[in-house]
């Protein structure tokens, strides 16, 4: 139990240690970057999150012992470096979304040519297995790659619109995968190892970010969140469909909200107040409420995605995302109602 309890321990103590520091002196020297129209949070709050967040986490699986540094491990710290270092310029100097999603689709070719692949999908429906080794399979799993972290990454980067919410929901998600990975038909446990150095480096980083935040995970954080969880879920497994449900709800309201600005043929990458936290707080709920919330809504999903095998993950995927956008919809519509007797 030491060789995951340390981990989590020395993780969380370190990010909440460099989040006192970063706070000392990012004060002195006015690190603040630009206010952005995606996010609510107070302006002058420090965007220093993300940058802790990913060197704690690359810090400490470098001195972790128990952990051999595989070629796709390597990938994923330098991969999330560089996107960190991205989400930094986006923080200070807005890039242009054309540029933003170039560098998440090279981010998400450059993990797949390092190694990190999917070379087999489960049909959670009947459990037939497809194999992408070979031949047009492996077009199909750079494919599948690309797809799923960029979804990831802007699902992550959408939801962090309100203190707390991008960090917690990430806690959920990593602690699930953490689980997972112990279970004895996947049994991977160095994969549970960075799956809980991520959660205590999340957990660290929400202290400080829940209403009222002291500090923000700014672009760079929120990347690195949603680059993680989507890497973690390839490792462990190719257990993509787990991660599906278990991030429902940011992944639902991404997709909900690119359908409307579709619809209403607006640029999809233009901030808008369409997001299901944004809708709660017209309807007067608060950011602690919205974020409680989400977060328990997120723990029973990730309790259904553990114990799939009682209803199958086809059916479970399919009734989750049904449930979600049924409750988008539901609130999309009050909001609506109530801004128009306004």
Same mark, same amino acid.
């Given at each position: 139990?030491?060789?995951?309890?340390?981990?989590?321990?020395?993780? %969380?103590?370190?990010?909440?240690?460099?989040?006192?520091?970063?706070?000392?002196?990012?004060?002195?020297?006015?690190?603040?970057?630009?206010?952005?129209?995606?996010?609510?949070?107070?302006?002058?709050?420090?965007?220093? *999150?993300?940058?802790?967040?990913?060197?704690?986490?690359?810090?400490?699986?470098?001195?972790?012992?128990?952990?051999?540094?595989?070629?796709?491990?390597?990938?994923?710290?330098?991969?999330?470096? @560089?996107?960190?270092?991205?989400?930094?310029?986006?923080?200070?100097?807005?890039?242009?979304?054309?540029?933003?999603? @170039?560098?998440? !689709?090279?981010?998400?070719? @450059?993990? %797949?040519?390092?190694?990190?692949?999917?070379? #087999?999908?489960?049909?959670?429906?009947?459990?037939?297995?497809?194999?992408?080794?070979?031949?047009?399979?492996?077009? %199909?799993?750079?494919?599948?790659?690309?797809?799923?972290?960029?979804?990831?990454?802007?699902?992550?980067?959408?939801?962090? *619109?309100?203190?707390?919410?991008?960090?917690?929901?990430?806690?959920?998600?990593?602690?699930?995968?953490?689980?997972?990975?112990?279970?004895?038909?996947?049994?991977?446990?160095?994969?549970?190892?960075?799956?809980?150095?991520?959660?205590?480096?999340?957990? *660290?980083?929400?202290?400080?970010?829940?209403?009222?935040?002291?500090?923000?995970?700014?672009?760079?954080?929120?990347? %690195?969140?949603?680059?993680?969880?989507?890497?973690?879920?390839?490792?462990? /497994?190719?257990?993509?469909?787990?991660?599906?449900?278990?991030?429902? !709800?940011?992944?639902?309201?991404?997709?909900?909200?690119?359908?409307?600005?579709?619809?209403?043929?607006?640029?999809?990458?233009?901030?808008?107040?369409?997001?299901?936290?944004?809708?709660?707080?017209?309807?007067?709920?608060?950011?602690?409420?919205?974020?409680?919330?989400?977060?328990?809504?997120?723990?029973? @999903?990730?309790?259904?995605?553990?114990?799939?095998?009682?209803? /199958?993950?086809? !059916?479970?995927?399919?009734?989750? #995302?049904?449930?979600?956008?049924?409750?988008?919809?539901?609130?999309?519509?009050?909001?609506?109602?109530?801004?128009?007797?306004?």
């Amino acid at each position: 139990m030491n060789k995951f309890l340390m981990p989590f321990i020395i993780s %969380f103590l370190a990010t909440i240690f460099f989040s006192f520091a970063g706070i000392y002196f990012g004060k002195k020297i006015k690190w603040r970057g630009r206010n952005s129209l995606r996010h609510i949070h107070r302006k002058g709050v420090l965007r220093i *999150g993300g940058i802790i967040m990913v060197l704690v986490f690359n810090g400490t699986i470098l001195l972790n012992n128990d952990l051999v540094i595989t070629p796709g491990l390597l990938g994923m710290m330098i991969v999330s470096i @560089l996107l960190m270092l991205v989400g930094i310029w986006d923080d200070f100097q807005e890039m242009f979304w054309q540029a933003q999603l @170039l560098c998440q !689709v090279s981010a998400a070719v @450059l993990v %797949f040519i390092i190694g990190i692949r999917v070379y #087999f999908v489960t049909n959670p429906f009947t459990g037939g297995i497809i194999h992408l080794n070979a031949g047009v399979g492996v077009i %199909f799993s750079m494919l599948l790659v690309i797809i799923w972290i960029t979804l990831m990454i802007n699902s992550m980067n959408w939801l962090d *619109g309100i203190d707390g919410l991008s960090g917690g929901v990430t806690f959920i998600g990593v602690l699930t995968i953490f689980a997972l990975s112990l279970k004895p038909e996947v049994n991977q446990p160095p994969m549970a190892i960075i799956a809980i150095i991520l959660a205590g480096t999340a957990l *660290g980083f929400l202290i400080f970010n829940f209403n009222p935040s002291k500090i923000l995970a700014g672009t760079s954080g929120s990347m %690195f969140m949603g680059f993680s969880l989507a890497v973690l879920a390839i490792f462990a /497994g190719t257990k993509i469909a787990t991660a599906l449900l278990v991030m429902a !709800v940011p992944i639902a309201d991404f997709l909900w909200v690119l359908f409307e600005r579709i619809k209403k043929k607006k640029s999809i990458f233009q901030p808008d107040k369409n997001h299901l936290h944004y809708r709660l707080l017209a309807l007067g709920w608060s950011q602690k409420k919205i974020a409680v919330f989400l977060y328990a809504i997120t723990l029973i @999903l990730a309790v259904i995605s553990l114990n799939t095998k009682f209803i /199958g993950k086809g !059916v479970a995927i399919s009734a989750s #995302f049904l449930i979600v956008i049924l409750f988008l919809a539901f609130v999309s519509q009050k909001s609506k109602k109530l801004d128009a007797e306004l």
